[in-house]
């Protein structure tokens, strides 16, 4: 095809990354339909529409004969990549008839601009450039562009930044999150998939096309080097074929070597970011067998240029942890920048040098590339298979059946092979049913279930202790083992075992149906989540509901205390609520004789705040609408007036530091937090929030009226100062040589005779997140306080990182404190997280609706 294909600085009106411009998603998205239209190396795919409803781009470059074919060659890729069943000899044709598969990704974090302004650039050299390296790429490689991986994100931050353009807060941070939901966690849902775009990505690399190699473009602070590329540090996380951990250092050099070679400086590898990562798609793609990587440029103020003084660059304050102690040549920093002006365009250029040294160490080694994503397979199934253990089995008895369910789809998601046992089998002296869920490890993924089923350890040694034994913080949380999260039950089989079996595709949702007609009403089980979202749906539409106040038995069956009770009117909302989330109704023969209570829909409340937004704040309303929980969010104005308690029931203050809330000593909270590493960003008056003495007065009046205050972890602390109550929490000032728990699930006691504990095992799964625990006062009120959940006296640790346990040890960590007429509420551990504990989901489903 030889029509004329327009550069992006024709099409665009200025160069890429050039001073005070940005392009919008809008406008990137017309490109590359140009680029479609008037070339024939290049597909533009539209997966569907964002979460807020902007085009979601997945871009195909290679040449027009791998195009014509790409069927074909994602039926090769899948075989290659999964070579269960293919002989031998078979392979090396597979590998001559295949092409290699680069994915690569920009911006996911919106703020972060440089990727999807240099994508642009990437795909026109490709298409335009008519050299022996670029033929040879679109030959052997099919690449596979997300230009922007987070479309709302992009539009938010160019019209914030043209809007501000020419004044003093130009280049300044958006005030609120830069994704409707998750805003910076957006990379952290690459294991649970809550949002669309975490949706789109899965299917493209998890069970669509199964690249070899992927990178992820990212931005990070303005102070240390100019670039990060590839490998990561130590520690590692286990269970990847060592071949993945071998390619990372291969990529990544060969990147380090093209920029040097084209004069960028300050290119650091091998530092600085830890091979054990959070599940985000750049760390979970090792698990993946996909060579998982992220370039981070040192950030500009979005299009303005930042002047950086040689005297203010610095590697990591002398800790040898990360490979980056001090800003000096060392083997893995050869060629420090010297300082000077740091402008966006310096970061698309030197990521376009890394993006494209990623498609031209691959279309040089294609044959290597393959052959080692097949050894990668067939390596890990037959460890699989030797190791233990040689299944994990997810049995149909659990607490929560259609939150397994939920497990299985999330497996199925990643492209994990799940597999339905079609009659009873037996193991180590155990039956499993029909209807048991298998996840045989003999399969490619045996490292990501591992990580997702199985128990995780953190490490705690050389790699993770700085020289005074100060543990260092993980990326993220120390572990991400979903079924813990989940509260869902997963045995692992040890012995080899037989038994008749089929491979699913989808899981079979627990049949929903309306059982019986009855003139009195309609009985369905608490233990469920989705229950709580069938009593919402019910209120919403007019029913009366009840929850039972002690067990309840309706023929063969028992309901525990907390289960819900329909009115008989409701019959036709019940077969459609029953079909939809596969819930049971059972019929009732007459009155309950037993305590109840009448459930009102809840008016609940939810402190947002600018500052950058909270990104609790978001994922709670993600989780509140997945539930049908109705909720406003309220600012500042409104709780500083008077009357809230004539507006709401129940008010949430999400995970988040007192003075981000109040607004108060915020230079001394960030001069703590970040020890000058970060200062207060200068926000537009308007964008400067905080409640203040005056709001905090409100929401202790609107306590003492009758409403429900819940603080989520860090944000106890405020109810504990500000609030009068009888309660401290014992790890205020203690350090982190004596207690340490980044992100880990620990074993926590339930009360579960108490309102707020319906539905819950007794014994559960917390995670635990820099959090508090408490401690109750002595008082001539201690009846005005109930400890709801607690720690156990010993080996609280199920998966990750925990020193000091005897810190917590039988101390509380969900507490509900009267006072006045209402009640406070202080949660200690994230019983929300990310839209990811569903196992303690009751926990604060039962808060809002008590």
Same mark, same amino acid.
Request: aromatic letters at 10%; glycine letters at 8%.
């Given at each position: 095809?030889?029509?004329?294909? =327009?550069?992006?600085?024709?099409?665009?009106?200025?160069?890429?990354?050039?001073?005070?411009?940005?392009?919008?998603?809008?406008?990137?998205?017309?490109?590359?339909?140009?680029?479609?239209?008037?070339?024939?190396?290049?597909?533009?795919?539209?997966? /569907?529409?964002?979460?807020?409803?902007?085009?979601? !781009? !997945?871009?195909?470059?290679?040449?027009?004969?791998?195009?014509?074919?790409?069927?074909?060659?994602?039926?090769?890729?899948?075989?290659?990549?999964?070579?269960?069943?293919?002989?031998?000899?078979?392979?090396?044709?597979?590998?001559?008839?295949?092409?290699?598969?680069?994915?690569?990704?920009?911006?996911?974090?919106?703020?972060?601009?440089?990727?999807? *302004?240099?994508?642009?650039?990437?795909?026109?050299?490709?298409?335009?450039?008519?050299?022996?390296?670029?033929?040879?790429?679109?030959?052997?490689?099919?690449?596979?562009?997300?230009?922007?991986?987070?479309?709302?994100?992009?539009?938010?931050?160019?019209?914030?930044?043209?809007?501000?353009?020419?004044?003093?807060?130009?280049?300044?941070?958006?005030?609120?999150?830069?994704?409707?939901?998750?805003?910076?966690?957006?990379?952290?849902?690459?294991?649970?998939?809550?949002?669309?775009?975490?949706?789109?990505?899965?299917?493209?690399?998890?069970?669509?096309?199964?690249?070899?190699?992927?990178?992820?473009?990212?931005?990070?602070?303005?102070?240390?080097?100019?670039?990060?590329?590839?490998?990561?540090?130590? =520690?590692?996380? =286990?269970?990847?074929?060592?071949?993945?951990?071998?390619?990372? %250092?291969?990529?990544?050099?060969?990147?380090?070597?093209?920029?040097?070679?084209?004069?960028?400086?300050?290119?650091?590898?091998?530092?600085?970011?830890?091979?054990?990562?959070?599940?985000?798609?750049?760390?979970?793609?090792?698990?993946?067998? &996909?060579? %998982?990587?992220?370039?981070?440029?040192?950030?500009?103020?979005?299009? $303005?240029?930042?002047?950086?003084?040689? $005297?203010?660059? $610095?590697?990591?304050?002398?800790?040898?942890?990360?490979?980056?102690?001090?800003? @000096?040549?060392?083997?893995?920093?050869?060629?420090?920048?010297?300082?000077?002006?740091?402008?966006?365009?310096?970061?698309?250029?030197?990521?376009?040098?890394?993006?494209?040294?990623?498609?031209?160490?691959?279309?040089?080694? @294609?044959?290597?590339?393959?052959?080692?994503?097949?050894?990668?397979?067939?390596? *890990?199934?037959?460890?699989?298979?030797?190791?233990?253990?040689?299944?994990?089995?997810?049995?149909?008895?659990?607490?929560?059946?259609?939150?397994?369910?939920?497990?299985?789809?999330?497996?199925?998601?990643?492209?994990?092979?799940?597999?339905?046992?079609?009659? *009873?089998?037996?193991?180590?002296?155990?039956?499993?049913?029909?209807?048991?869920?298998?996840?045989?490890?003999?399969?490619?993924?045996?490292?990501?279930?591992?990580?997702?089923?199985?128990?995780?350890?953190?490490?705690?040694?050389?790699?993770?202790?700085?020289?005074?034994?100060?543990?260092?913080?993980?990326?993220?949380?120390?572990?991400?083992?979903?079924?813990?999260?989940?509260?869902?039950?997963?045995?692992?089989?040890?012995?080899?075992?037989?038994?008749?079996?089929?491979?699913?595709?989808?899981?079979?949702?627990?049949?929903?149906?309306?059982?019986?007609?009855?003139?009195?009403?309609?009985?369905?089980?608490?233990?469920?989540?989705?229950?709580?979202?069938?009593?919402?749906?019910?209120?919403?539409?007019?029913?009366?509901?009840?929850?039972?106040?002690?067990?309840?038995?309706?023929?063969?069956?028992?309901?525990?205390?907390?289960?819900?009770?329909?009115?008989?009117?409701?019959?036709?909302?019940?077969?459609?609520?029953?079909?939809?989330?596969?819930?049971?109704?059972?019929?009732?023969?007459?009155?309950?004789?037993?305590?109840?209570?009448?459930?009102? *829909?809840?008016?609940?409340?939810?402190?947002?705040?600018?500052?950058?937004?909270?990104?609790?704040?978001?994922?709670?309303?993600?989780?509140?609408?997945?539930?049908?929980?109705?909720?406003?969010?309220?600012?500042?104005?409104?709780?500083?007036?008077?009357?809230?308690?004539?507006?709401?029931?129940?008010? &949430?203050?999400?995970?988040?530091?007192?003075?981000?809330?109040? /607004?108060?000593?915020?230079?001394?909270?960030?001069?703590?937090?970040?020890?000058?590493?970060?200062?207060?960003?200068?926000?537009?008056?308007?964008?400067?929030?905080?409640? /203040?003495?005056?709001?905090?007065?409100?929401?202790? @009046?609107?306590?003492?009226?009758?409403?429900?205050?819940?603080?989520?972890?860090?944000?106890?602390?405020?109810?504990?100062?500000?609030?009068?109550? #009888?309660? @401290?929490?014992?790890?205020?000032?203690?350090?982190?040589?004596?207690?340490?728990?980044?992100?880990?699930?620990?074993?926590?006691?339930?009360?579960?005779?108490?309102?707020?504990?319906?539905?819950?095992?007794?014994?559960?799964?917390?995670?635990?997140?820099?959090?508090?625990?408490?401690?109750?006062?002595? %008082?001539?009120?201690?009846?005005?306080?109930?400890?709801?959940?607690?720690?156990?006296?010993?080996?609280?640790?199920?998966?990750?990182?925990?020193?000091?346990?005897?810190?917590?040890?039988?101390?509380?960590?969900?507490?509900?404190?009267?006072?006045?007429?209402?009640?406070? !509420?202080?949660?200690?551990?994230?019983?929300?997280? #990310?839209?990811? $504990?569903?196992?303690?989901?009751?926990?604060?489903?039962?808060?809002?609706?008590?």
């Amino acid at each position: 095809m030889s029509v004329r294909i =327009p550069s992006p600085e024709e099409f665009f009106g200025f160069q890429m990354g050039s001073e005070g411009n940005i392009a919008r998603w809008d406008r990137i998205v017309e490109y590359f339909k140009v680029l479609a239209t008037r070339s024939d190396t290049i597909q533009v795919v539209d997966m /569907g529409p964002s979460t807020e409803g902007h085009p979601f !781009l !997945l871009i195909i470059i290679s040449s027009p004969e791998n195009l014509a074919n790409l069927k074909q060659l994602k039926n090769v890729n899948a075989q290659i990549s999964d070579p269960r069943g293919v002989a031998e000899e078979e392979m090396a044709s597979l590998v001559a008839e295949g092409r290699v598969v680069i994915c690569q990704s920009m911006s996911l974090h919106a703020s972060e601009i440089g990727g999807t *302004q240099m994508a642009p650039e990437l795909a026109y050299d490709l298409l335009t450039r008519r050299d022996e390296e670029t033929r040879r790429i679109l030959e052997n490689v099919v690449f596979l562009m997300i230009p922007c991986f987070n479309p709302d994100g992009q539009i938010m931050v160019t019209d914030w930044y043209t809007k501000w353009l020419g004044t003093e807060y130009e280049g300044g941070r958006l005030p609120w999150l830069y994704h409707k939901y998750a805003g910076h966690d957006n990379n952290r849902d690459a294991f649970m998939t809550n949002l669309v775009e975490s949706q789109y990505m899965a299917k493209i690399m998890f069970r669509e096309w199964h690249p070899q190699a992927y990178v992820d473009h990212h931005h990070m602070g303005s102070y240390g080097a100019r670039l990060y590329i590839p490998p990561y540090c130590e =520690p590692i996380r =286990p269970h990847a074929d060592p071949l993945i951990w071998r390619e990372l %250092s291969w990529y990544g050099a060969h990147m380090a070597y093209k920029l040097e070679e084209a004069g960028k400086t300050g290119i650091l590898n091998n530092a600085q970011f830890a091979g054990w990562g959070h599940f985000g798609f750049h760390w979970i793609g090792n698990f993946h067998n &996909i060579a %998982s990587m992220l370039t981070e440029s040192a950030n500009a103020k979005l299009a $303005t240029p930042l002047y950086i003084h040689s $005297t203010q660059l $610095t590697g990591q304050n002398g800790s040898t942890l990360r490979g980056f102690a001090q800003y @000096k040549p060392q083997t893995n920093f050869p060629h420090p920048w010297n300082g000077g002006w740091w402008r966006l365009r310096d970061i698309v250029e030197q990521q376009k040098i890394a993006g494209w040294s990623l498609l031209d160490m691959a279309a040089r080694n @294609k044959e290597t590339v393959l052959r080692n994503a097949y050894l990668k397979g067939k390596r *890990q199934t037959e460890r699989g298979a030797e190791e233990t253990p040689k299944a994990y089995a997810i049995p149909p008895s659990q607490h929560d059946p259609l939150t397994a369910t939920k497990l299985v789809e999330q497996l199925l998601m990643q492209g994990i092979e799940v597999k339905r046992a079609l009659q *009873q089998f037996t193991v180590d002296g155990l039956l499993y049913p029909q209807g048991t869920y298998v996840i045989f490890l003999a399969q490619p993924k045996r490292g990501l279930i591992k990580n997702l089923l199985g128990r995780t350890l953190y490490p705690d040694d050389a790699w993770s202790r700085e020289t005074d034994n100060t543990p260092r913080l993980p990326y993220d949380t120390a572990t991400d083992t979903i079924a813990e999260f989940m509260g869902v039950r997963v045995i692992p089989i040890e012995s080899r075992f037989k038994g008749e079996f089929e491979v699913i595709t989808k899981p079979e949702k627990p049949a929903g149906a309306v059982v019986g007609t009855s003139t009195t009403g309609y009985v369905f089980d608490g233990r469920l989540n989705d229950s709580f979202k069938a009593a919402n749906i019910l209120l919403s539409k007019g029913v009366t509901v009840k929850r039972i106040d002690e067990a309840l038995q309706v023929n063969e069956r028992w309901f525990p205390p907390g289960s819900f009770i329909a009115s008989s009117d409701a019959e036709n909302v019940l077969i459609e609520i029953a079909r939809e989330q596969g819930i049971a109704f059972y019929a009732l023969e007459k009155e309950v004789d037993i305590r109840v209570h009448e459930v009102k *829909q809840p008016r609940i409340a939810m402190y947002q705040r600018f500052y950058g937004g909270n990104i609790d704040e978001g994922w709670t309303r993600l989780l509140l609408e997945q539930f049908s929980f109705p909720y406003t969010t309220v600012k500042d104005d409104e709780v500083k007036k008077d009357g809230l308690s004539e507006q709401y029931d129940v008010f &949430i203050l999400p995970d988040d530091a007192a003075p981000l809330i109040t /607004g108060e000593k915020l230079e001394e909270y960030y001069e703590k937090r970040f020890s000058g590493r970060r200062v207060l960003p200068k926000d537009p008056p308007e964008y400067r929030s905080g409640i /203040g003495a005056e709001g905090v007065e409100n929401l202790n @009046k609107f306590v003492e009226e009758g409403g429900t205050l819940i603080a989520f972890n860090e944000a106890c602390q405020l109810a504990l100062e500000r609030f009068g109550l #009888r309660v @401290k929490n014992v790890l205020k000032d203690v350090k982190s040589k004596e207690f340490f728990c980044p992100g880990s699930t620990l074993k926590a006691e339930i009360d579960t005779s108490h309102r707020l504990a319906f539905g819950m095992p007794e014994k559960a799964l917390v995670l635990f997140k820099t959090g508090p625990a408490f401690n109750i006062v002595p %008082s001539e009120a201690n009846e005005d306080y109930e400890v709801i959940v607690t720690y156990p006296e010993r080996n609280l640790l199920e998966s990750g990182w925990l020193i000091g346990e005897e810190k917590i040890a039988k101390k509380a960590a969900m507490i509900a404190a009267k006072k006045g007429s209402g009640k406070i !509420l202080l949660i200690g551990f994230r019983v929300q997280h #990310r839209v990811q $504990t569903h196992g303690t989901f009751k926990l604060l489903f039962n808060s809002l609706l008590n």
